[in-house]
């Protein structure tokens, strides 16, 4: 079982976190920021990864370091649980519509954080939720698990739904990207290493 979790304590943040890439979807996520929960239960259900996020964050200032710590200490142990990345698919891309939406999220576990995001929202916030940490949480959680992560909006509408397109298609395309093939031999790479 590829599983990990994980802990980061600041003076703004309190996170734990745990996650089962072989799980079933299954989630618990408490964050004190509702929309975002429902985010991480998507990401979650659509990566069939079993996922517990738990935080207490200075939300009296704003959403901005929770939800970044958050991406921050994912993505750490997504990598983590990821291990050596012997005989994983590693590269998948995935086309989400949701409703009027469609977006593509493209992701290459290679090992180099990069992220790019091509996304416009109709309003600033959704819920409690201010749309520009959604760049945020990305951004963390490449830079920690050292991925190569592109989000494209094709087609944009309802800020909800964009978000929830992109969410969706980010668990889709790392369940597919970390799938085992048993044609594989060591890792994906003609380097030998990832």
Not at 42 to 65: E, P
């Amino acid at each position: 079982m590829r599983t990990a979790e994980s802990s980061r304590k600041t003076f703004e943040t309190d996170i734990e976190v745990s996650i089962n890439l072989d799980g079933a979807g299954a989630s618990e996520i408490e964050t004190g920021i509702g929309f975002f929960d429902h985010m991480l239960i998507l990401f979650s259900k659509h990566g069939l990864f079993d996922l517990k996020v738990k935080c207490a964050g200075d939300l009296y200032i704003d959403g901005h370091h929770t939800v970044e710590d958050i991406g921050i200490t994912m993505g750490s142990v997504f990598k983590e649980a990821l291990g050596g990345k012997e005989g994983i698919v590693r590269y998948a891309h995935t086309f989400t519509p949701m409703d009027e939406v469609l977006t593509l999220v493209a992701v290459d576990l290679g090992g180099r954080p990069y992220l790019s995001i091509d996304a416009e929202y109709s309003r600033d916030y959704i819920g409690e939720f201010d749309t520009e940490l959604v760049e945020e949480f990305f951004r963390g959680f490449v830079n920690s698990a050292g991925i190569n992560l592109h989000i494209k909006v094709m087609t944009g509408g309802n800020a909800h739904h964009v978000v929830e397109s992109i969410f969706k298609g980010f668990g889709r395309a790392l369940d597919t990207a970390t799938k085992k093939d048993e044609r594989i031999k060591g890792v994906m790479s003609t380097k030998g290493v990832i």
